[in-house]
């Protein structure tokens, strides 16, 4: 059977998308075979796409290159946005694995999600076991990292540091980074890390170690929006500008919503022999 794929990235996080999917099923070892051989450079993950004939709010479910699941890709949103509306379609909404978001195309490749505010997840004692939390962000010390625990669709934790010498290093931070994603507090699953400073008075840099690809970012969004909102809980801004080693994306802080532009791209589309 052949599907029809598109390859796209949004700041260097790049995607095989397959639309429609048609509720395609695929094991772990063919989606690890599929970012592996789609293209010359191994891509970070694979989405599925389709819509739903009875309200057509589109779908979207993502796996990591290494065919684990993921609740949430805010990159990979902005490439399927981008992917209906080359299609001609154009919801409002695009259902994941955590729950809706509003999308709209702006202009040249310019997407605008409306999110919900990420969530503090605190352990549980008596259950044994992390869940989401109403209080305010609680730090936990992990390697001598004052850290933060945020579900902001996928669980990060969020470090802000000042020592300007740990983003000068990637070799080095990456390391460090790698170490937490592993500790042992967060197995089996793992975690997202992500670290960032600021730059400015209404600007941070963000760099991650995404748990499933098992390397540095070029960017993740997921992240980048969990560590804006953890700046924003303490400084309470408008408008917040994120860098990442890909690009550069830009969070508007709202009372019941978030918004966060930022641009994707559609690099070619093919088939996929399955």
């Not at 969990?226 to 994306?249: E, M, P, Q, R, V």
Request: include cysteine; charge should be positive.
């Amino acid at each position: 059977m052949k599907v029809t794929f598109y390859k796209c990235n949004s700041k260097g996080n790049s995607f095989i998308i397959i639309f429609p999917s048609n509720s395609i099923t695929l094991s772990s070892s063919q989606i690890k075979n599929i970012c592996k051989s789609t293209d010359a450079k191994l891509v970070d993950g694979l989405i599925f796409l389709d819509l739903n004939k009875n309200n057509n709010i589109p779908s979207m479910h993502y796996y990591n290159n290494d065919g684990t699941c993921e609740t949430f890709c805010l990159n990979g949103i902005i490439c399927s946005s981008l992917i209906l509306e080359n299609n001609q379609l154009f919801p409002e909404y695009i259902k994941t694995d955590a729950g809706l978001c509003g999308i709209k195309i702006l202009e040249q490749n310019l997407v605008q999600i409306a999110l919900s505010k990420p969530s503090n997840i605190k352990f549980n004692k008596s259950k044994e076991k992390w869940e989401d939390s109403k209080n305010v962000f609680q730090p936990i010390l992990i390697d001598g990292f004052k850290s933060y625990y945020i579900n902001s669709g996928a669980k990060h934790i969020v470090i802000k540091s000042n020592e300007n010498i740990l983003f000068e290093d990637d070799l080095n931070l990456e390391k460090i980074l790698k170490k937490i994603r592993n500790n042992k507090l967060f197995l089996p699953d793992g975690v997202n890390v992500n670290i960032y400073r600021i730059i400015a008075s209404n600007s941070i840099q963000v760099k991650t170690y995404e748990k499933g690809v098992e390397a540095m970012m070029p960017s993740c969004s997921s992240g980048s929006y969990a560590c804006a909102y953890h700046h924003y809980h303490y400084n309470k801004l408008d408008k917040l500008k994120i860098l990442n080693d890909g690009g550069t994306s830009e969070v508007i802080f709202g009372s019941n919503k978030n918004l966060f532009l930022s641009k994707g791209q559609i690099e070619y589309k093919g088939e996929l022999k399955i």
